[in-house]
């Protein structure tokens, strides 16, 4: 972005909303410095999202006021997940308070609900937004990484190795369920990091029959403990568990947690094994960022305020092929970043994933899927050329029991 021309927004605002996450202070903290250094300028923080903004609500922000928050969790001007639309008049006060303090333009950091309102409060004319993509579950296209992503990844595999030493001290089956509304990238690394035996994600319906025979398979070769990752939006086959609706809360998200305890209890109910539950829940989203999220953090803040001043507006910055770039805000909303083909597969090599079957049926299902291309995960097993069908489905057997 080096090359684009440079245009003077001396004062800008910048907000912080949806859920708290590792590193909003880190980012803040670089839009404030490259602000106020690089381009002599100001920066207003809206108090707690969207609704500082509509409200009119906030304070002055200097170096001074962000010295020492690099490594503080959470986010010193607060966040909510009202939006403008959601009261009378909202986006017009978003307007009339943009013009009171005389701001030139918004940078928004948030996940994707925050971001999709940047969009509209762009694409209506009522501000000029630049957007920052924050979330732990890594959730948002676009970016190959939202910043708290490494965090909750790091506090998750922590949580499961220690888990591992209870398990084999105790022989047991030990049940870890992880942020994840949507996607499964928090629980598809943490497994992976963490050794687990099965990973269950949002992405891919699990049958618990499958998981229960893939663990009494470990019991019977003398391997007694074993760790089931669980995101908290995984859903099994329907059909196959009864699950309650989740409740709505006053923002129109579900809300969701309680899988893993009814995974463990239908583990423990089907198979006999000792099976406890642990849910990190909030911890996940709480506490220091690790450096690679600082490092992130900062790059971003920088980028965000450079936008500005290149007229990026209705832009988000990004993560790619470790450069800094920007993306439309308009490509990323009502889309989400699932988890990559490649890396499943990879995973796929070390997890005894739900959807392997160790029986007949199972294996003309196989055969389907491979010959007419179904999107069924069993596919993703390499098929080269000196590969046959039949060698292909006998892979995928075989590695469903080891």
């Not at 909202?90 to 009171?100: D, F, H, L, N, S």
């Not at 663990?215 to 391997?223: E, F, M």
């Not at 160790?358 to 999107?375: E, Y």
Request: hydrophobic share 40%; net charge negative; glycine share 12%.
């Amino acid at each position: 972005m080096s090359s684009d021309p440079l245009v003077a927004f001396n004062r800008i605002g910048v907000l912080t909303g949806g859920g708290d996450c590792p590193g909003l202070n880190a980012v803040i903290r670089a839009v404030v410095r490259q602000q106020l250094r690089g381009y002599g300028g100001s920066v207003f923080g809206f108090h707690d999202g969207w609704r500082g903004v509509v409200e009119n609500e906030g304070e002055e922000l200097d170096v001074e006021r962000l010295r020492g928050t690099l490594p503080r969790g959470g986010t010193i001007i607060g966040t909510s997940r009202m939006t403008p639309y959601m009261v009378d008049n909202g986006p017009e006060r978003v307007r009339a308070t943009m013009q009171e303090r005389e701001l030139d333009a918004l940078v928004v950091i948030g996940g994707e609900g925050t971001l999709a309102c940047a969009s509209r409060i762009h694409d209506e004319g009522i501000a000029k937004v630049v957007g920052v993509p924050k979330t732990i579950d890594n959730d948002i296209p676009g970016t190959e990484r939202t910043f708290g992503f490494d965090t909750a990844v790091s506090i998750a595999t922590d949580a499961i190795d220690r888990l591992h030493t209870t398990a084999e001290s105790h022989d047991r089956i030990m049940v870890v369920e992880v942020m994840g509304r949507h996607v499964g990238h928090i629980a598809t690394w943490a497994g992976l990091a963490g050794g687990a035996t099965v990973t269950l994600i949002p992405e891919e319906p699990f049958d618990i029959e499958q998981v229960c025979d893939r663990l009494k398979r470990r019991h019977s070769l003398g391997k007694f403990a074993s760790i089931v990752v669980v995101a908290e939006g995984a859903l099994p086959v329907p059909g196959t568990i009864d699950i309650a609706p989740p409740e709505i809360d006053r923002y129109g998200h579900q809300r969701l947690g309680g899988i893993g305890s009814i995974v463990a209890s239908e583990i423990e109910g089907r198979t006999g094994y000792e099976t406890r539950v642990t849910v990190l829940g909030h911890v996940q989203r709480g506490g220091t960022p690790t450096a690679f999220d600082r490092v992130l953090c900062s790059r971003f803040g920088v980028a965000a305020a450079d936008a500005i001043h290149k007229g990026l507006f209705g832009h988000m910055v990004a993560l790619n092929s470790n450069e800094i770039t920007t993306v439309p805000l308009a490509d990323i909303v009502g889309e989400l970043h699932f988890v990559p083909e490649d890396m499943w597969r990879t995973a796929s090599v070390f997890f005894a994933l739900a959807f392997f079957r160790t029986n007949a049926t199972w294996k003309n299902q196989v055969h389907d899927s491979l010959r007419t291309r179904a999107p069924l995960h069993s596919s993703r097993v390499s098929t080269n050329c000196d590969c046959t069908l039949n060698a292909a489905i006998d892979q995928i057997y075989k590695a469903s029991i080891i």
